[in-house]
């Protein structure tokens, strides 16, 4: 009987490795199968809602404003009522006509504070071709929007989106940074997203280059206003309307560190319970869940004995082997994959921590605001 149990994660990691799109290769990248660049430029407005930045702000939109694209090119900020100088801290900057810098409004009952901010920038974007949705806190290569416009304008996409890289240095981050990204790809194979004959959908908010009358057909950003998982809500909208394209980049960089376990435990806590649709069965079922996938074989490897043994071990070796790709990209060890297990025990807690939160009437907390399910 155990002999039989030990099988199970055994056949999940086989299902994992070669059933996913083979999402553990993470070979959708910007840099692979590069288009060749339009004969003529549509234009382009970038909108960036910020919320107490101030110590990032500068280098963001000077990565913004140093872009090499060739057509018409505005930048929009969107300061989202912060406390600590983000919008002078803007303001401050050489000057340049293609910045707006714009006060946000108060935000309305049923909206997230984010997507207010993109939801006013779009407004005054006016009517460019294309709106590029990107964080506060992500540094662009000077190439990236060309590059960017060039993939949609070839593939006839509506949605194109980066995985910016995450700030990786620290021992905190080498221990729990290259995970997320593994996991949102296991969830969301970006060989599925970029299929348009298959229905997964998916986006990474800090890089998205929108085209504008699609949007508009699907009910622009009011459509998903209350979503805290917003970029992959955004996904599915978009989706429905042409293809879209997901994939790594290192033209996008994020540039905050993550000062510890608990910055990155707040990051994933935020929204993972939203992502269960705040069900405790599924909540339940996710834990079940991630027990077998990353704790059983260790555990059979370590403590079972014969057959039950060596099927532990060899589910350990598969997880093993699917973490390599994700560790090059980031540059850390190999050595990290054998701590894989460990790494999914901390992101079940993480999970169990947001049901907590969300529980409590904190869900969904960014920047000091519980936006969950219309907490306040």
């Known amino acids: 009987m155990i002999a039989l149990l030990a099988l199970l994660p055994v056949a999940v990691w086989f299902y994992l490795l070669a059933g996913r799109g083979m999402f553990w290769v993470m070979q959708e990248r910007d840099d692979a199968g590069v288009p060749a660049e339009p004969a003529s430029w549509p234009s382009v407005v970038a909108v960036v809602p910020a919320r107490n930045e101030a110590d990032v702000i500068a280098r963001t939109l000077a990565s913004l404003l140093a872009q ?10 969107v ?15 050489p000057g340049s006509e293609r910045l707006t810098v714009l006060a946000g409004a108060p935000r309305p009952a049923g909206w997230t504070g984010k997507l207010w901010a993109v939801r006013q920038g ?24 060309r590059k960017l416009v060039a993939r949609a304008q070839s593939g006839g996409l509506v949605l194109t989106s980066l995985m910016a890289k995450l700030h990786c240095s620290s021992w905190s981050e080498r221990y729990l940074i290259p995970a997320f990204v593994f996991y949102f790809d296991m969830l969301f194979p970006f060989a599925f997203v970029n299929d348009p004959k298959r229905k997964v959908a998916a986006a990474a908010g800090g890089c998205m280059l929108v085209r504008r009358e699609a949007l508009e057909r699907a009910g622009n950003i009011d459509a998903i206003r209350s979503e805290i998982i917003d970029d992959c809500a955004l996904g599915r909208a978009m989706k429905a309307q042409g293809p879209i394209w997901l994939g790594l980049t290192e033209r996008a960089v994020s540039i905050r560190p993550y000062s510890g376990m608990r910055e990155i435990r707040a990051m994933i806590s935020r929204s993972a319970y939203a992502q269960l649709g705040y069900s405790p069965l599924l909540l339940l079922g996710t834990l079940a869940g991630m027990a077998l996938v990353f704790l059983a074989g260790p555990c059979f490897a370590l403590f079972a004995r014969d057959s039950a043994q060596a099927s532990g071990i060899l589910a350990w070796l598969a997880m093993v082997l699917a973490y390599q790709p994700i560790l090059k990209f980031y540059r850390c060890s190999p050595l990290w994959g054998l701590a894989l297990p460990l790494i999914g025990a901390v992101y079940a807690l993480f999970t169990l921590d947001s049901a907590i939160q969300h529980w409590r ?9 519980a936006q969950a399910l219309g907490q306040t």
């Open 68 to 77: 090499d694209y060739p057509g018409s090119f505005r930048i929009v900020l």
């Open 361 to 369: 009437g904190r869900g969904g907390m960014w920047k000091g605001r």
């Open 122 to 145: 779009i407004a005054e974007a006016g009517d460019p071709d294309y709106l590029w949705l990107t964080d506060a806190d992500i540094a662009h290569a000077p190439d990236n929007l």
């Open 79 to 93: 300061d989202d009522q912060s406390s600590d100088g983000t919008a002078s801290a803007a303001r401050a900057l």
